[in-house]
């Protein structure tokens, strides 16, 4: 991999493309940030976006895109059934990933409804290197469970270990022992895991649930996506992997799996969701429920525009210059916030940054949802966005029952290609600040809670008044500074 040595000072993320469009930012008092947290019900996923400065939510729709893709959905072939997009799409799809058989949604958890109701049965069982939330609901929607087992690095959130996403080969034998090779509905890995803080596989352990797939005849379900992310981390870290090319590495994942499927508001760039594979009978299961649920076969709810836009955003992720400014940004994000002291997850992942609020609060206990109050206390203090990943996030067994999450994250995303290193180092200097008054923050308490995916709409309340106390620090520390 080629790298800019810089002749004076640190070394820096140095972004191989130029912004050309832009989109005006507002930065509003802490005042007026105040009402707006509390108006959101303490849920960031609630904020409008006209109160927030710097959005790291997600990176889910919200990557840049390219002059080729803006100039690509302009040949976009409208039509309800035929459509030369669909073609065109179908072809990348194939020429990218070696599957012949390409089923459109209109985005990812769409993809894992379909997968969820054709391959999931009640008392059925999927092991998994990590759930994602949608995911999970899916599954457990169509009456089956989800068995997580990652390797034990996993949980390490300060680690130098290169491949936390892993799954461990043992445990996933044992899973298929315990329940009987009938009850495993497919074998699942998630690229770039998402809520373990975006870290990813290796190609060597994906060749080894290959393996362990073949000798009981399970299907390899790959969630691909982050699989940008990951690609690059394979390319930077897999010592086997150095002097393959992003494309040959692609291929080489692509052909270890049965079904691959992803969110296109992530991998490529765009909104949609994609289903591919070699299976013919898997294809005709899953087919029956594209129209049903998303629409005709040629475009499964997506615009073709968006459908164009994809099938160029799929190509750009084979360009090594592409993929890796948001890592890079990442890793620069997570060092000088660990110089700093402030506790990150390490190695960087991909995705975003990701700071474990358990130790940035511990004074707060899980059930008041530190990494909750830290996404609404970040917010306050800077106007950036980032997302609750913890228990926050979890879901209530049918007892009522809450479950304390593994990892308390806050994550602060960072979209491909969308802020500037001026941004982010803003971003940083609020988060160190905060880490000096953490012990002003305290927890939260739902006061609306939705039965399924509750992080998304739920309202929470303070349990004390530190907001306000947050507040009269910021002005005393920073005076009249936005
Ligand atoms: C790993 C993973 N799988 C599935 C999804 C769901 O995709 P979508 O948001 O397009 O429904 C996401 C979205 O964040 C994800 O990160």
Redesign the pocket.
């Known amino acids: 991999m080629s790298t800019v040595k810089f002749f004076y000072g640190d070394d820096l993320p140095l972004e191989m493309h130029k912004v050309r469009i832009v989109q005006k930012l507002d930065l509003k008092p802490i005042e007026h940030r105040l009402a707006a947290i509390t108006e959101a019900g303490n849920n960031t996923f609630l904020l409008k976006n006209r109160d927030v400065f710097m959005d790291m939510l997600?990176?889910?729709?919200v990557n840049a895109m390219s002059d080729q893709q803006m100039a690509a959905m302009m040949q976009a072939d409208d039509s309800y059934a035929g459509s030369e997009t669909f073609t065109r799409l179908s072809v990348k799809i194939e020429e990218i990933f070696g599957k012949k058989f390409f089923l459109p949604a209109h985005?990812?958890?769409?993809?894992?409804n379909i997968i969820s109701q054709a391959f999931v049965t009640p008392g059925s069982v999927v092991p998994m290197n990590y759930h994602?939330?949608?995911?999970k609901a899916h599954i457990t929607l169509n009456g089956g469970t989800v068995e997580e087992i990652p390797i034990p690095e996993a949980f390490h959130l300060t680690s130098t270990y290169p491949f936390k996403g892993n799954m461990d080969i043992a445990k996933l034998k044992a899973v298929i022992k315990k329940y009987g090779v009938e009850k495993i509905a497919f074998v699942r890995l998630?690229?770039?895991?998402?809520l373990i803080g975006g870290q990813p596989f290796s190609l060597e352990n994906m060749s080894e649930i290959r393996q362990v797939c073949d000798e009981f005849g399970l299907m390899f379900v790959l969630?691909a996506?982050?699989l940008a992310d990951n690609l690059y981390f394979i390319k930077e870290r897999e010592e086997t992997c150095r002097e393959l090319s992003i494309r040959e590495i692609t291929r080489k994942i692509a052909d270890l799996t049965d079904i691959i499927?992803?969110?296109?508001?992530?991998l490529g760039c765009a909104?949609?969701?994609v289903i591919c594979t070699n299976n013919e009978e898997a294809f005709v299961k899953m087919r029956e429920l594209v129209p049903l649920y998303e629409g005709f076969l040629t475009y499964g709810g997506m615009s073709v525009r968006e459908m164009e836009a994809i099938a160029v955003g799929l190509e750009e992720t084979m360009d090594e210059d592409m993929i890796n400014q948001g890592p890079q940004f990442i890793a620069f994000m997570t060092e000088e916030l660990q110089k700093m002291g402030v506790p990150v997850v390490t190695p960087p992942g991909g995705?975003g940054c990701h700071v474990n609020a358990m130790e940035f609060l511990p004074h707060i206990p899980q059930n008041q949802y530190p990494a909750g109050a830290l996404a609404a206390a970040l917010y306050l203090v800077s106007g950036v966005r980032g997302m609750e990943r913890g228990t926050m996030s979890e879901q209530r067994d049918e007892d009522g029952n809450e479950p304390l999450a593994n990892v308390e994250l806050l994550r602060l995303a960072m979209p491909r290609r969308v802020f500037t290193l001026s941004q982010v180092k803003y971003a940083i200097d609020r988060l160190c600040w905060l880490f000096e008054n953490r012990k002003l923050v305290g927890g939260l308490t739902f006061v609306e809670e939705p039965k399924i995916l509750r992080f998304f709409f739920g309202k929470l309340a303070t349990v004390s008044d530190w907001q306000s106390k947050l507040v009269e620090q910021f002005r005393n520390d920073l005076g009249d500074s936005l």
Do not use: H, I, P
């Open positions: 997600t990176d889910s729709g985005q990812g958890r769409a993809c894992e994602f939330t949608t995911t998630e690229a770039g895991a998402n969630d996506s982050l499927y992803f969110s296109a508001r992530k909104r949609g969701g995705l």
